[in-house]
T-cell receptor
Framework: KQEVTQIPAALSVPEGENLVLNCSFT??????LQWFRQDPGKGLTSLLL?????REQTSGRLNASLDKSSGRSTLYIAASQPGDSATYLC??????????FGAGTRLTVKP | NAGVTQTPKFQVLKTGQSMTLQCAQD?????MSWYRQDPGMGLRLIHY???????DQGEVPNGYNVSRSTTEDFPLRLLSAAPSQTSVYFC????????????????FGPGTRLTVL
């Protein structure tokens, strides 16, 4: 059974700081791993998707890495801004169309 | 495109009542799914469909039914609501999550907040 864990559960940083969010998964037989952003009371917005054959993906100030052998993914946010405040979720897709989510990291970026 | 739409946004039910949560997408996506989100537990997959006429169970299917008569619509039915089904429900769609395309992200609806008394 796939278990996805995100650490820390909550993080507060001053504006401008670089930060790393962590995601670990127990079953390395994944098809891809996605990072999502969720604003309060809203749905999820996909940020980055990493296929199992890839090591990382970048979009603007965001960089996500994937290490299947160790069951880990990280989301790196450079030069954080107050607008980055949200909950960030990672999700691992298994080959049977089953996607398992972590509980998320709630990020607060203080001006 | 409207993307993924869900109705209603909020709903309060009494134990034992039935209802249908509606989900529609206008992107001609093959894959649609339903999740529930509970505090501290992330999202859990309830049911999914890889195309019209095809549905399958996810991680937490008990108490829920689905059907997929068209590509666009994927309703979720609660036959006899229970307090344990109080949650926020999200519908999502994608072209096909295992097709190998780098753009096969999932698109989520805004959610339905359900309370069962």
């Amino acid at each position: 059974k796939q278990e996805v864990t995100q650490i820390p559960a909550a993080l507060s940083v001053p504006e401008g700081e670089n930060l790393v969010l962590n995601c670990s998964f127990t079953d390395s037989a994944i098809y891809n791993l996605q990072w999502f952003r969720q604003d309060p009371g809203k749905g999820l917005t996909s940020l980055l998707l990493i296929q199992s054959s890839q090591r990382e993906q970048t979009s603007g100030r965001l960089n996500a890495s994937l290490d299947k052998s160790s069951g880990r993914s990280t989301l790196y946010i450079a030069a954080s801004q107050p607008g980055d405040s949200a909950t960030y979720l990672c999700a691992a897709l298994r080959n049977n169309n089953d996607m398992r989510f972590g509980a998320g990291t709630r990020l607060t970026v203080k001006p | 495109n409207a993307g993924v739409t869900q109705t209603p946004k909020f709903q309060v039910l009494k134990t034992g009542q039935s209802m249908t949560l509606q989900c529609a997408q206008d992107m001609n996506h093959e894959y649609m799914s339903w999740y529930r989100q509970d505090p501290g537990m992330g999202l859990r997959l309830i049911h999914y469909s890889v195309g019209a006429g095809i549905t399958d169970q996810g991680e937490v299917p008990n108490g829920y039914n689905v059907s997929r008569s068209t590509t666009e619509d994927f309703p979720l039915r609660l036959l006899s609501a229970a307090p344990s089904q109080t949650s926020v429900y999200f519908c999502a769609s994608s072209p096909n999550p295992t097709s190998g395309s780098f753009t096969d992200t999932q698109y989520f609806g805004p959610g339905t907040r359900l309370t069962v008394l």
